[in-house]
């Protein structure tokens, strides 16, 4: 089955930064590729998200990029505010077949203001 | 996207009891997911709830311990059974809705076994 590993495991940056979190996924069918974001006590929300046939997605400070070849995609967080501190989740899916997500570590970030 | 209401928020049982868990969808959904967090960490797959068959369990989960029901295309729970205190966690169902992306979550229940 799937296997999802993400580093770092924690992540602190002074506010203003760029914060990046790489994610490796090890079923090649795996074709959907969330990224969750969780605050303290609440459910985990999708913040982006990237499919297969594409390289790059962004939205606004946040940006994700997936190399299939290297079966490694990562999140990119610009101009870092103290509001992005939270622990990050990258998952993976493979949308034809078991529709299961399965999920990464976990980044914890913190942002320094 | 779908909203999910997951209930009860928060629980405190005794050690052998069981615990059901129930959500509810304001859309029909095919496939329902159940998954755990323990404390500080990520979330693990326990079952995919198809209404009108079995819930199929991932591996180290099992039916006795976590039965699941799928009467229709909104609804499902979850029953901890037997409870010991490490069953004390983060239980949450999600669903796709849409069909293509964009899994959502419950509110999740907090389960603490005393």
């Known amino acids: 089955g799937e296997n999802v590993e993400q580093h770092p495991s924690t992540l602190s940056v002074q506010e203003g930064d760029s914060a990046v979190i790489k994610c490796t996924y090890s079923?090649?069918?795996?074709?959907?590729f969330p990224w969750y974001k969780q605050e303290l006590g609440k459910r985990p929300q999708l913040i982006i998200d990237?499919?297969?046939?594409?390289g790059e997605k962004k939205d606004q400070r946040i940006a994700v990029t997936l190399n299939k070849t290297a079966k490694h995609f990562s999140l990119h967080i610009t101009e870092t505010q103290p509001e992005d501190s939270a622990v990050y989740f990258c998952?993976?899916?493979?949308?034809?077949?078991?529709?299961?997500?399965?999920f990464g570590s976990g980044t914890r970030l913190l942002v320094r203001p | 996207s779908a909203v999910i209401s997951q209930k009860p928020s928060r629980d405190i049982c005794q050690r052998g009891t069981s615990l059901t868990i129930q959500c509810q969808v304001d859309?029909?959904?095919?496939?329902m997911f159940w998954y755990r967090q323990q404390p500080g960490q990520s979330l693990t797959l326990i079952a995919t709830?198809?209404?009108?068959?079995?819930?199929?369990?991932e591996s180290g989960f099992v039916i006795d311990k976590f039965p699941i029901s799928r009467p229709n295309l909104t609804f499902s729970t979850l029953t901890v059974s037997n409870m010991s205190p490490e069953d004390s966690s983060i239980y949450l169902c999600?669903?796709?809705?849409?069909?293509?992306?964009?899994?959502?979550f419950g509110s999740g229940t907090r389960l603490t076994v005393v």
């Open positions: 999600s669903v796709d809705a849409t069909g293509s992306s964009g899994y959502t």
């Open positions: 079923d090649s069918a795996s074709n959907y």
């Open positions: 990237i499919r297969s046939n594409v």
């Open positions: 998952a993976a899916i493979r949308m034809d077949s078991s529709y299961k997500l399965i």
């Open positions: 859309s029909q959904v095919t496939m």
């Open positions: 709830a198809n209404q009108g068959s079995e819930a199929t369990y």
